[in-house]
């Protein structure tokens, strides 16, 4: 993903998710997330991150046909360790693949993957989709242990999870969300060291988004909910122009 931006910037993924929650809450066919994507891309995005889960409960495999068909964007397909999962990213190619953990009963990507007591099956998993090309990455909190075993499967690409980080600053814990914070600025340097782009993501919005954007390590974030709720009051592409910006002006700050 480096359309549109600088080597060494950082870049924009647009998850498109919720656009199909509200479509699925009435069974229409809009709002269309091909739609959002192409505002997206009007927007500033440099990248669609689309979540294909396991009971399809936003994201269709005919959306995942749709957005591959229509957006000229690089996809980022978020996806699960399963062979049917495999066997979907392997007809499509998507630009990447970012592998998550799904529980059926949550209502969101609830922590990071488990690499640490899979690393035999998920660098077995990861061979092929790397074979095909797509850039993988894996969802993981910001542990120590984590960020090595990411490391030893092969995976070029770990996205650290924000969303310990922004739960505490809404539940106005500031100490819990500075401590989390520590815990990103540590790992995305360590990951940096060990040779793995680092991305970020999960529960960002205008107020947080600053200091995660700050992380010079950081290459990538991937934001939806809020996006995607925001864009009720102001507009897709107003909202997003205005993360963009959000993001940018942290960045601007970050020594080069
Ligand atoms: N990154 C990953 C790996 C995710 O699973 C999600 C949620 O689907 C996000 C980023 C975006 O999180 P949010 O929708 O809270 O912005």
């Keep these: 993903m480096t359309r549109g931006n600088p080597a060494g910037a950082l870049r924009l993924g647009v998850n498109i998710d919720h656009v199909a929650t509200v479509r699925n809450a009435r069974g229409a066919p ?50 699960a360790a399963t062979p049917e999962m495999q066997a979907i990213a392997l007809r499509h190619r998507p630009h990447a693949v970012c592998l998550v953990p799904e529980r059926r009963e949550e209502r969101t990507t609830e922590g990071g993957l488990e690499v640490a007591r899979e690393e035999n099956r998920l660098a077995h998993f990861i061979a092929p989709l790397r074979e095909a090309g797509c850039r993988v990455s894996i969802f993981i909190a910001a542990e120590p242990r984590q960020v090595e075993a990411a490391h030893r499967i092969g995976a070029p690409v770990i996205e650290l999870h924000t969303g310990a980080y922004c739960d505490a600053g809404l539940a106005g814990d ?49 934001i939806g909910h809020f996006l995607v709720g925001e864009a009720i009051f102001v507009g897709l592409e107003a909202a997003i122009r205005r993360m963009r910006a959000l993001m940018d002006a942290a960045r601007a700050e970050v020594p080069a």
């Excluded at 360590?190 to 954007?213: C, I």
């Design 30 to 79: 809009f709002p269309d997330p091909v739609r959002a994507a192409r505002l997206a891309e009007a927007a500033g995005a440099d990248g669609i991150t689309a979540h294909l889960r396991e009971d399809r409960r936003h994201i269709t495999d005919a959306d995942i046909d749709a957005l591959m068909a229509a957006i000229t964007l690089p996809l980022n397909l978020e996806m």
């Design 174 to 222: 500031l100490a819990a969300r500075d401590a989390e914070m520590e815990r990103l600025r540590a790992m995305a340097a360590f990951a940096e060291e060990l040779g793995l782009e680092v991305h970020a993501g999960h529960g960002l919005t205008y107020d947080n988004v600053a200091p995660v954007a700050a992380l010079p390590q950081v290459r990538e974030l991937n």
